[in-house]
Structures are given as C-alpha cells and as structure tokens.
C-alpha cells in the first residue's frame, strides 16, 4: 500500500541509539529483516535501502491493511504495537541517528535556487 501522505522527521531531534537497537530486537525486526536491516523478506525491499519516509509509510500502512497475505498480516501484527515515535527510533537504528539532519540537508539541496532580479532583489 502506497502512502498518499508525506511524513517528516524532526532533524533537532537526538535519537538514543540504544533505545533505538532496542526497539528493533525487542519488535524482532531482525528475524526476518536481519540483524542490520540488510535482508529482504519474499515481495519486500531491503529495509536499509528504503528511504526514511518509505519505511514509515510502509509500517503506517500495514496498520491499516486489511490484506490477508502471510507477510501483510504478520506486519500488521508489529506494526499495531508501535508508536509513531517506535517507528522514528527504529528508522533511526537502521538509518543511522543523524537521518533526519540528512534528510533536511538533502532537501536544502534539492530546493531550487533563488533568482536574482535585475534589482539584486532575490526571488523563490
């Protein structure tokens, strides 16, 4: 289920990496995606290759999937139990504790750049 909705990511925000590792065992991410999030389950991406904001729509969407498909059901099944803030802090164990900052910087990146008119008044 493809998300229709952006999600965003607080980049002042320090993830405690612990917490974060934590979350990701305790929830046994691990069993099927791996201990560093690098295997993919029959029909899923490799976790640690999605974006930060595919992750979470994923997990945001098996919560509302009603599908009966072994794998869509077992993810229901994890994915109900976590907070949005879980999910933060497990993307945070797989991303890295500094994703959302690289997020933002990216999309300082990506942002077209302002143009200057004639005046030297710049313009978004």
């Known amino acids: 289920m493809k998300s229709f ?5 607080d980049a002042n925000k320090q993830y405690d990496m612990e917490k974060a590792k934590a979350l990701y065992f305790q929830n046994k991410c691990n069993t099927c ?40 059901s077992q993810m229901a099944f994890y994915a109900r139990n976590l907070s949005h803030e879980d999910i933060d802090n497990i993307i945070a164990y797989i991303k890295g504790g500094n994703f959302a900052l690289d ?17 030297n008044i710049f313009l978004k």
């Open 33 to 72: 995606h791996g201990d560093n999030a690098e295997k993919s389950v029959i029909g899923s991406r490799i976790l640690k290759d999605m974006s930060p904001e595919d992750i979470k729509g994923a997990l945001i969407g098996y919560t509302l999937d009603s599908s009966s498909s072994t794998t869509a």
């Open 103 to 119: 997020l933002q910087a990216k999309d300082l990146l990506e942002e077209e750049p302002a143009q200057k008119t004639k005046h």
């Open 5 to 9: 909705f952006t999600y965003t990511f």
